[in-house]
C-alpha cells in the first residue's frame, strides 16, 4: 500500500491580507520504500540534539531547512504538488465556504498520485493528512462519495480502484514523518512563487527538492511534477518554471 502525505502552505482565503498563492504539497512513498524513508529521517534527526525533535518548515531557520532537504531529497519519497495564483481564479465565489479550495486542490493532487499508483506502484493509495481545524476524516470521506458518484462532476481522473477514499486519516504534523516532508514540499514551493515582505522569492527549496518530484517520461518536470490549474503560462514561467 502506498501512503500520499498532504499538507498546505497558503491561505484559502480571499481577503485583500490573504496570500496570493494557496498550494498543496504531497509526499508519496511505497510500502516498500517505508524503510527507506524512515531511515533517512532517522538519520537527520539523529544529528539534533532534541530527542522530541521533528521538521516543521515555518519554524526551522533557512540553513537548517537546506539540511533537511538535502537529506530527504535523496529519500524514496515521490513528490508532487498543486498550486493556486488565487486572483487568476475566474470564479472566487465558488470558493468562499471553508475547505472548498483544499478539496479541490487535493482532488487534483490524488489524480496524479492515484496515476502514479496505478502506473509505477502497481498499489492503491492511503490518504494520511496534516490536521487543520474542523477538518475531519468523516466530511472528507463524504466529499470523495460526492466526487466519485454524483452524476454532477464531470473531468474526474482520479483512479479510484488505485485510492483507498473510504479510510482517509488526518493527524497533527508532529506525528508523521511523512507530514514534514509534505509540509516542506508545500512551503518549498510557496516560498518559490508568493513574494515576500521585502518583494524576494526564494527558489533555492524547490530547486534543492527536485531530484524528489515525480515526472513521467516524455514529460516536462512542469507538466507532471506540479499543477498549477489557474496559473497563466507566463506567470509560472516568471516566478517557478525558468529555475525547474
Not at 138 to 167: A, C, M, T
Request: charged share 25%; proline share 4%.
Amino acid at each position: 500500500m502506498a501512503v500520499l502525505y498532504v499538507d498546505e502552505a497558503g491561505e484559502e482565503g480571499f481577503k485583500d491580507t490573504s496570500s496570493e498563492w494557496f498550494v498543496l504539497g504531497g509526499a508519496l512513498h511505497t510500502n516498500a520504500d517505508l524503510s527507506g524513508c524512515i531511515n533517512t529521517y532517522e538519520a537527520f534527526k539523529a544529528k539534533q540534539p532534541n530527542k522530541d525533535y521533528f521538521f516543521h518548515f515555518a519554524k526551522r531557520q533557512h540553513d537548517e531547512r537546506i539540511a533537511f532537504i538535502s537529506a530527504m531529497s535523496k529519500a524514496p519519497y515521490q513528490a508532487m504538488a498543486v498550486m493556486f495564483h488565487k486572483p487568476s481564479i475566474q470564479k472566487p465565489e465558488n470558493f468562499q465556504k471553508k475547505y472548498y479550495l483544499y478539496f479541490y486542490a487535493l482532488r487534483f493532487l490524488l489524480e496524479r498520485a492515484t496515476k502514479w499508483a496505478e502506473q509505477t506502484a502497481k498499489e492503491p493509495v492511503h490518504l494520511m493528512l496534516s490536521s487543520r481545524k474542523g477538518l475531519s476524516d468523516e466530511n472528507l470521506r463524504g466529499y470523495f462519495d460526492k466526487i466519485k458518484y454524483s452524476p454532477f462532476i464531470k473531468q474526474d481522473n482520479i483512479v479510484w480502484n488505485h485510492f483507498i477514499h473510504d479510510k482517509v486519516h488526518v493527524h497533527a504534523n508532529k506525528d508523521y514523518r511523512g507530514l514534514q516532508v509534505a509540509d516542506c514540499i508545500a512551503s518549498s514551493v510557496f516560498k518559490a512563487v508568493e513574494v515576500s515582505e521585502w518583494q524576494t522569492l526564494e527558489s533555492r527549496y524547490v530547486i534543492d527538492l527536485k531530484p524528489l518530484f515525480v515526472r513521467e517520461p516524455y514529460k516536462s518536470f512542469e507538466q507532471t511534477a506540479i499543477y498549477w490549474p489557474s496559473v497563466p503560462f507566463a506567470l509560472y514561467q516568471d516566478r517557478l518554471g525558468w529555475r525547474l
